[in-house]
Nanobody, 126 residues
Framework: QVQLVESGGGLVQTGGSLRLSCAASGRTFIGYTMGWFRQAPGKEREFVAA????????YYADSAKGRFTISRDNAKNTVYLQMNSLKPEDTAVYYC???????????????????WGQGTQVSISS
């Protein structure tokens, strides 16, 4: 049974930081791409960042470049999203997802992800 469990969300002020964690279990994820998505109220779920577990290759959405850093800890089977300089528009539920597709150019597409976590709320106050 594959499980992705996010944690680390919360309420911070504009300019603050949070580190989200995604603990993965239930199978070997070495061949997977691990992604972070977010969904704000009334909006579609959008891609934030992804990392290929085996090679460490990274893909960021434009909104994340320069402020967010994705990383993984192979020993802990955990993927992280360090978020700095947070803005009110970063407020959303953040989801971790896993994809076995090797097509790197489709990394931002929701449909290629096979497993999803339950999400963690991130709220940024102005």
């Amino acid at each position: 049974q594959v499980q992705l469990v996010e944690s680390g969300g919360g309420l911070v002020q504009t300019g603050g930081s949070l580190r989200l964690s995604c603990a993965a279990s239930g199978r070997t994820f070495i061949g997977y791409t691990m992604g972070w998505f977010r969904q704000a109220p009334g909006k579609e779920r959008e891609f934030v960042a992804a990392i290929r577990w085996s090679s460490g290759s990274i893909y960021y959405a434009d909104s994340a470049k320069g402020r967010f850093t994705i990383s993984r800890d192979n020993a802990k089977n955990t993927v992280y999203l360090q978020m700095n300089s947070l803005k009110p528009e970063d407020t959303a539920v953040y989801y971790c997802a896993a994809s076995f597709s090797t097509a790197w150019n489709t990394t931002p597409e929701r449909g290629r992800y096979d497993y999803w976590g339950q999400g963690t709320q991130v709220s940024i106050s102005s």
